[in-house]
């Protein structure tokens, strides 16, 4: 069974930085994809960045600069570092895997396979 278990989350003064976390396991082949999505109260999840099995990565416009994707492909590990951390970036942070090629773009959430149970990160002015 797949499971994808986020860590790192925590809260934060306005400026500061946090890593997640995301270990996959329960499958052996790479995914064709694998994202952090973020929602926060009362608003709808949106994609934050992602990454492909061969490394491009993605970013939403608001994480520019700041926020920064990796993997690690033997561990079956994303991370997610984030610098310069603003009370809007104040969510619920998620993981999530795609395992097939479509056309939709990265940030296409009906795409993904499995999703974590997410990590609270709070920012404060």
């Known amino acids: 069974q797949v499971q994808l278990v986020e860590s790192g989350g925590g809260s934060v003064q306005a400026g500061g930085s946090l890593r997640l976390s995301c270990a996959a396991s329960?499958?052996?082949?790479?995914?064709?994809?694998m994202g952090w999505f973020r929602q926060a109260p009362g608003k709808e999840r949106e994609g934050v960045a992602a990454?492909?099995?061969?490394?491009?990565?993605y970013y939403a416009d608001s994480v520019k600069g700041r926020f920064t994707i990796a993997h690690d492909t033997s561990k079956n590990a994303i991370y997610l570092q984030m610098n310069s951390l603003q009370p809007e970036d104040t969510a619920m942070y998620y993981c999530?895997?795609?395992?097939?090629?479509?056309?939709?773009?990265?940030?296409?959430?009906?795409?993904?396979?499995?999703w974590g149970q997410g990590t609270q990160v709070t920012v404060s002015s």
């Open positions: 990454i492909h099995r061969f490394g491009s990565t």
């Open positions: 999530a895997a795609r395992f097939l090629a479509r056309s939709s773009t990265w940030v296409a959430q009906h795409d993904y396979n499995y």
């Open positions: 329960g499958y052996s082949e790479s995914a064709y994809l």
